[in-house]
């Protein structure tokens, strides 16, 4: 069956950067891009982008250009999120999405505090 | 950026009810609009996919309608597993967006 699997919980200080990942599993990882999706606590969610998963090409959405780094391990269907210079209003839940959005990973609580 | 304004944010229903959860853009998005169901904790689960698509392994009780700038999730007949967010998600074009969800309880 068709699963994202993503990496587990980060606690990180204002600064610092942060990579979480996405393995798939179930189909063929460059048929579909995938997407990444931010949840902020108790807020709605917000569409970062999306990487090419055959060309390996990052799209990111206007708030998510500079810190936030798309990349893919290929060769292990996973698709990875770098953050860096982390600050407090990073703290939100990540998830990847394979395209169409049919399938989405649990997510990644990431917070930031000093 | 196309904005979705879903509609109530807040739904207080009895099991059996009749549920519909509202979402319009700022503009047309033909079709391309998704509704999923988000419990807490957990990864959204697509319901509705293309406004009135059911996705695979959705209980029929679920639908979808609308094009164009106007779409509706329907529940009809609620039940009490079906207590959840509900949200709606434009793939138009990009930016991509979501409307600020449903929050869903039983009365």
């Known amino acids: 069956q068709i699963q994202l699997v993503q990496s587990g919980p980060e606690l990180k200080k204002p600064g610092e950067s942060v990579k979480i990942s996405c393995k798939a599993s179930g189909y063929t990882f460059t048929d579909y891009a995938m997407h990444w999706v931010k949840q902020a606590p108790g807020k709605g969610l917000k569409w970062m982008g999306w990487?090419?998963?055959?060309?390996?090409?990052?799209t990111y959405a206007d708030d998510f250009k500079g810190r936030f780094v798309f990349s893919l391990e290929a060769s292990a269907s996973t698709a990875n999120l770098q953050i860096s210079n982390l600050k407090n209003e990073d703290t939100a839940t990540y998830f990847c999405a394979r395209n169409y959005f049919d399938y989405w990973g649990q997510g990644v609580m990431v917070t930031v505090s000093s | 950026d196309i904005q979705m304004t879903q509609s109530p944010s807040f739904l207080s229903a009895s099991v059996g009810d009749r549920v519909t959860i509202n979402c319009k853009a700022s503009?047309?998005?033909?079709?391309?609009l998704n509704w999923y169901q988000q419990k807490l904790g957990e990864a959204p689960k697509l319901l509705i996919y293309n406004a009135n698509s059911l996705q695979t392994g959705i209980p029929s009780r679920f639908s979808g309608s609308g094009s164009g700038t106007d779409f509706t999730l329907t529940i009809s007949s609620l039940q009490p597993e079906d207590v959840a967010t509900y949200f709606c998600?434009?793939?138009?074009?990009?930016?991509?967006?979501f409307g600020a969800g449903t929050k869903l309880e039983l009365k």
């Open positions: 990487i090419n998963t055959y060309t390996g090409k990052p």
């Open positions: 998600l434009q793939h138009n074009s990009w930016p991509y967006t």
């Open positions: 503009q047309n998005i033909n079709r391309y």
